[in-house]
């Protein structure tokens, strides 16, 4: 495995027991460095065991400038990125110390095959968060359902999305 590649599935050294939160905040890491991340000033933490991603609002996010809203496309990146880290870190909580290095490979390769955002209200707020959930995980993919709320609580998209590993 390169460097790159341990470092985007979260840099775990196959050989050692490693505790779930600290991979996680790896996997965390390895994409909030994504130069298209730190461009965006996106960001991914891990909160109560789970990974959260986050985008403030910032001028060159508008989409709509007459009534300063979110750009459609932000809240499908957004989403598209808690779905498939999320799904990354449901394959490494399944993982057994025998197959990790298996389990490390698939995370590796996994990648979007198709989602569909419902965009529910206009992307306003001082911030944006997404969560994920697990609906199927697969031998080969898996289905994830996401959602993305302003700093009001209030859900501006949800989507669905389908990654193979």
Request: proline content about 1%; charged content about 20%; glycine content about 8%.
């Amino acid at each position: 495995m390169t460097d790159v590649t341990k470092n985007w599935t979260g840099n775990i050294d196959l050989n050692s027991n490693i505790e779930i939160n600290t991979l996680l905040e790896g996997i965390a890491q390895a994409f909030n460095s994504s130069p298209f991340f730190v461009h965006n000033a996106m960001k991914m933490s891990v909160i109560d065991g789970q990974i959260e991603a986050r985008v403030d609002m910032a001028s060159n996010l508008i989409g709509n400038v007459a009534f300063q809203i979110l750009h459609g496309g932000v809240a499908a990146t957004l989403l598209d990125s808690i779905g498939g880290i999320s799904a990354m870190a449901e394959l490494y909580k399944k993982a057994t110390a025998e197959d990790l290095a298996e389990t490390s490979k698939k995370v590796s390769r996994l990648a979007t095959v198709d989602m569909r955002v419902d965009y529910l209200a206009p992307g306003r707020g001082q911030y944006f968060v997404a969560r994920a959930e697990t609906l199927r995980l697969g031998r080969k993919g898996c289905t994830m359902r996401m959602t993305m709320l302003n700093d009001e609580g209030k859900a501006i998209a949800t989507a669905i999305a389908s990654y193979a590993y």
